[in-house]
């Protein structure tokens, strides 16, 4: 089964992963400007948008990533994406050519040694509702995107309107998405990674806390932890400009 990809522009290679419930529309208000710079490639999530579900766990979804993407490439992970594209980095190496990874973590939930992220019990509860009505749980997903970000009405409209432009995630992709959340920790894998990676945070996101940043930044001192104060969970969208500028500096 083949992922739903768009490729457009001209320029070094670069991929788009979405987050969870979303689709590849949110990464409309910035295409003007990085298909100036780079040939982009964006793609749906199984079960997101128009791509079709994937049996089987975060290596099943990075490989369907990677079957779509191009041969080399920087690869841009949001959230939940930034878990697969993390994953992809692991997996093929030489297909990556650096990480860019907006608002993600290695560990979605807090772990013994983790009390950074989010309580478990905060996470069962988000799934039990899921279960019960997925209309509402992606609406208040939404919330918590913007939850304390600036301009965070404007942002919500936007992550609205992304939801809307394109088909909606079905069961099929939002349930397992939450599992990779759950289940994923590939703190003990950071040490095997081979690309140079950057990592963005926003200083009021409700979901990645920024104390994520700091603890990624001991265990990765090579790489490029940065922080966007006043942002939330989507930094690229209520700060595209700072955005925009982080993603260009490491490029090359």
Same mark, same amino acid.
């Given at each position: 089964?083949?992922?739903?990809?768009?490729?457009?522009?001209?320029?070094?290679?670069?991929?788009?992963?979405?987050?969870?419930?979303?689709?590849?529309?949110?990464?409309? +208000?910035?295409?003007?400007?990085?298909?100036?710079?780079?040939?982009?490639?964006?793609?749906?999530?199984? !079960?997101?948008?128009?791509?079709?579900?994937?049996?089987?766990?975060?290596?099943?979804?990075?490989?369907?990533?990677?079957?779509?993407?191009?041969?080399?490439?920087?690869?841009?992970?949001?959230?939940? !994406?930034?878990?697969?594209?993390? *994953?992809?980095?692991?997996?093929?190496?030489?297909?990556?050519?650096?990480?860019?990874?907006?608002?993600?973590?290695?560990?979605?939930? *807090?772990?013994?040694?983790?009390?950074?992220?989010?309580?478990?019990?905060?996470?069962?509860?988000?799934?039990?509702?899921?279960?019960?009505? +997925?209309?509402?749980?992606?609406?208040?997903?939404?919330?918590?995107?913007?939850?304390?970000?600036?301009?965070?009405?404007?942002?919500?409209?936007?992550? %609205?309107?992304?939801?809307?432009?394109? +088909?909606?995630?079905?069961?099929?992709?939002?349930?397992? %998405?939450?599992?990779?959340?759950?289940?994923?920790?590939?703190?003990?894998?950071?040490?095997?990674? *081979?690309?140079?990676?950057?990592?963005?945070? %926003?200083?009021?996101?409700?979901?990645?806390?920024?104390?994520? %940043?700091?603890?990624? *930044?001991?265990?990765?001192?090579?790489?490029?932890?940065?922080?966007?104060? !006043?942002?939330?969970?989507?930094?690229?969208?209520?700060?595209?400009?700072?955005?925009?500028?982080?993603?260009?500096?490491?490029?090359?």
């Amino acid at each position: 089964m083949t992922l739903w990809h768009d490729s457009q522009g001209a320029g070094p290679e670069l991929v788009l992963l979405h987050g969870w419930g979303m689709n590849a529309a949110v990464w409309e +208000p910035l295409l003007p400007r990085l298909q100036q710079a780079f040939r982009v490639t964006r793609v749906e999530l199984p !079960g997101h948008g128009e791509s079709p579900p994937v049996p089987g766990g975060l290596h099943a979804w990075a490989e369907d990533c990677l079957a779509v993407a191009p041969a080399r490439a920087a690869w841009v992970g949001w959230s939940l !994406g930034g878990l697969v594209a993390l *994953q992809a980095a692991l997996l093929q190496p030489e297909r990556v050519e650096r990480l860019a990874l907006v608002t993600a973590t290695p560990s979605f939930v *807090q772990r013994e040694t983790w009390p950074q992220a989010m309580p478990l019990a905060v996470f069962d509860q988000f799934a039990a509702e899921l279960r019960l009505d +997925p209309a509402a749980t992606l609406r208040r997903f939404l919330g918590l995107q913007v939850k304390g970000s600036e301009g965070a009405r404007e942002l919500l409209r936007i992550l %609205g309107s992304a939801l809307a432009e394109r +088909p909606a995630a079905r069961r099929e992709g939002l349930e397992p %998405g939450l599992e990779i959340l759950l289940e994923t920790d590939l703190r003990e894998r950071l040490r095997d990674l *081979q690309v140079p990676s950057q990592w963005l945070f %926003g200083s009021r996101d409700t979901l990645v806390p920024v104390e994520v %940043g700091m603890a990624l *930044q001991a265990e990765l001192p090579a790489a490029r932890v940065s922080l966007i104060e !006043g942002a939330g969970h989507a930094p690229f969208l209520s700060h595209a400009e700072a955005c925009l500028a982080w993603l260009r500096a490491e490029h090359g």
